[in-house]
């Protein structure tokens, strides 16, 4: 069974810092896409990145990086300057491989960034 | 670019009555998922679809069913509605059959139904 584990429920930080979101993940498949959502209050559920299991390189694009620890099970998400429209929920998700996609996600991340 | 569109976008029901979600894929994705999330929680996996077939099953009820049509959008059915089924449900789609990207599910807005 694959499973996502999202630590902290909640995190405020002022407009401007830095945050970094936890995930860490449980899985018995060798290929698995690791993916991060964001749900803003409007409710939709945004793509944001995908990374796959093959593949740790580390990679920024604009504000958000992600790095990817095969070794500790771990996915962590950071957005950098962090901006008031960024507050959402952020969720953590995993699929596995093969021709079975479905998602299983994180119990997610609150973040609310104060002006 | 198009998205993934879902309707009716609310929808208010008493217990007992049924109700039929829509859900139209992005162009030239031939999977569609569906998902349940209720308040507070995180997305449910329900069901899902690969060229007209259902391809895989999560935590549906038996009280739901759901399909998908020759033009690739799909419907869910939910019959004998409880207040518990009171959720926001998600449609997303993805190419599917090898194409890159498959991996990827695109989102759409959400049916937000209300049994009461």
């Known amino acids: 069974a694959q499973k996502v584990t999202q630590a902290q429920t909640e995190i405020s930080v002022v407009e401007k810092e830095d945050v970094t979101l936890d995930c860490v993940y449980e899985?018995?498949?060798?290929?698995?896409?690791l993916f991060w959502y964001k749900q803003p209050p409007s409710g939709e559920l945004v793509f944001l990145i995908r990374r796959n299991s093959f593949d740790e390189q580390n990679e920024i694009s604009g504000r958000y990086s992600w790095n990817f620890q095969k070794s500790t099970s771990s996915f962590n998400f950071t957005i950098t300057a962090s901006q008031v429209v960024d507050s959402a929920v952020y969720f953590c998700?995993?699929?596995?491989?093969?021709?079975?996609?479905?998602?299983?996600f994180g119990k997610g991340t609150l973040l609310t960034v104060n002006p | 670019a198009a998205g993934v569109i879902q309707s009716p976008r609310h929808l208010i029901k008493e217990k007992r009555e049924t109700a039929t979600l829509k859900c139209y894929p992005i162009?030239?994705?031939?999977?569609v998922y569906w998902y349940q999330q209720g308040p507070g929680q995180d997305p449910q996996f329900l069901i899902s679809?690969?060229?007209?077939?259902?391809?895989d099953k999560g935590s549906i009820p038996d009280r739901f069913s759901a399909q998908q049509f020759s033009d690739y959008h799909s419907e869910l059915n939910m019959s004998s509605l409880e207040l518990g089924d009171s959720a926001l449900y998600f449609c997303?789609?993805?190419?599917?059959?090898?194409?890159?990207?498959?991996?990827?599910?695109?989102f759409g807005p959400g049916t937000r139904l209300l049994v009461l």
């Open positions: 899985t018995r498949d060798t290929t698995y896409y």
């Open positions: 998700a995993l699929s596995g491989g093969g021709s079975n996609y479905k998602l299983t």
């Open positions: 162009p030239r994705h031939d999977t």
């Open positions: 679809f690969y060229e007209k077939m259902q391809s």
């Open positions: 997303a789609s993805s190419p599917g059959g090898g194409t890159p990207g498959q991996e990827t599910q695109y």
